[in-house]
């Protein structure tokens, strides 16, 4: 039987340049090229879900759970075969910010992956006119060869827990660039085996 490529997409910080924007914004992709071992990935979240007392409904947020937990639960996932792929950009680089930052982030992040008829989830919510223009820009500007992507959908995280690890790894990645704090290295650290690529702007 053959695997199929599985591809879940979030971002972290905010691509704005307003004086209470973040410093940088990352866009992330977790990448499992087998969808038995994202399944067994899922599941295992979903167990330690239910051993942390959550509802089945609970969603994995880097900014809403303990930290203790978001290590706990990456060094469960880090178990599995997957890997990842970064885009970090550093706003201060920017005299302005590029207008379709968000979208252009996840057209880059398709070219740096090597696709093999993937099926995309992006965190957002789905069958809005906003997410229809969106997939086709980013299909438009990633450019890739014709039969590298076998479906591209935004996904409400609440509802993909593999959408949910998405923004685990995105705000893992975020907060390494935010030196100031204490716990910057840790989360990296726990999933530096699995980072395919990091490109930085």
């Known amino acids: 039987m053959k695997t199929k490529q599985l591809v879940f997409i979030d971002d972290s910080g905010d ?41 089945d409904d609970h969603e994995y947020k ?36 590029p207008k379709n930052l968000y979208n252009d982030s996840i057209s880059e992040l398709l070219k740096a992956i090597p696709l093999k008829k993937a099926s995309i989830k992006i965190d957002g919510y789905k069958g809005t006119n906003y997410t229809k223009r969106a997939i086709s820009q980013v299909r438009k500007k990633a450019n890739v060869p014709a039969g590298q992507i076998a479906d591209i959908k935004f996904t409400d995280s609440q509802e993909n827990v593999l959408v949910q690890l998405a923004d685990l790894v995105a705000s893992s990645i975020f907060r390494s660039t935010q030196t100031n704090k204490a716990d910057h290295n840790d989360y990296v650290d726990i999933l530096k085996k699995h980072l395919a690529e990091v490109r930085q702007s």
Do not use: C
């Not at 599941?43 to 959550?54: C, E, N, S, T, V």
């Open 62 to 97: 880097f900014s809403k759970t303990k930290k203790d937990y978001i290590k706990q639960v990456l060094r469960l996932v880090a178990q599995y075969d997957f890997d990842i792929y970064t885009i970090v950009v550093n706003k201060a680089k920017f005299s302005s910010m």
């Open 15 to 55: 691509p704005g340049v307003k004086s209470h924007s973040s410093s940088h914004f990352v866009m992330a992709a977790v990448v499992f090229n087998d969808d038995l071992v994202a399944e067994e990935a899922a599941l295992a979240m979903r167990k330690f879900r239910r051993q942390l007392g959550w509802t």
